[in-house]
């Protein structure tokens, strides 16, 4: 099968194609414009999305009105605000387009209804979570026990699709420093 949500999900868990194709019957697509919000802050999160083409980010802003990047999610990935996926409070966080964006949506009573009913996608949801909370806290770590410079060679290294396509400022702010440092730091490597 040549769907990309099918390679994704197949990267982690065994699934049948026709248990697949009950789960992309619980899903919807749909389009986020540039500078267009997938979700803002302050409303209750209602999707769960796979990005199929584009790029969105997820970000919060701080008293200055300065943005915190948190999340960059590219062709292939995952994003939602999951506290509030799952618990239905309110985001704290943005998420939005980078550039044009394609995506596939899942709602919560469709994730809890593809949960309950196909056994493999409560065990790949599961691994999908486990591993952004792993993620994260290693994302910390990192911001707290590595330079800028180790910082920015790990993400050219896991993800350099996210090098190719998002704005330095953008990715300045998600490695936790300043751009005219990540500007230092790009010409120090490659000049």
Not at 2 to 31: V, W
Not at 142 to 165: C, D, F, M, W
Request: glycine share 2%.
């Amino acid at each position: 099968m040549n769907n990309p949500i099918y390679k994704n999900i197949k990267e982690k868990i065994n699934i049948s194609e026709q248990d697949f194709n009950n789960f992309l019957s619980l899903t919807k697509n749909s389009q986020v414009k540039k500078h267009d919000f997938f979700i803002h802050e302050g409303d209750v999160t209602k999707y769960i999305a796979f990005v199929k083409s584009g790029v969105l980010y997820s970000y919060t802003v701080d008293k200055k009105g300065d943005k915190h990047v948190v999340q960059i999610a590219v062709k292939n990935h995952w994003i939602s605000d999951l506290f509030s996926f799952f618990s239905q409070e309110v985001s704290v966080f943005n998420i939005q387009a980078i550039e044009d964006s394609e995506i596939t949506i899942l709602s919560k009573d469709n994730f809890e209804k593809a949960c309950n009913t196909i056994p493999a996608f409560e065990k790949f949801f599961r691994i999908l979570i486990q591993n952004a909370y792993v993620d994260s806290l290693r994302r910390v770590s990192r911001i707290y026990g590595n330079s800028a410079e180790e910082r920015y060679l790990k993400l050219v290294k896991t993800n350099p699709q996210i090098i190719q396509s998002v704005p330095q400022h953008y990715i300045a702010s998600y490695l936790g420093i300043k751009p005219q440092s990540l500007s230092r730091i790009r010409k120090k490597l490659y000049n």
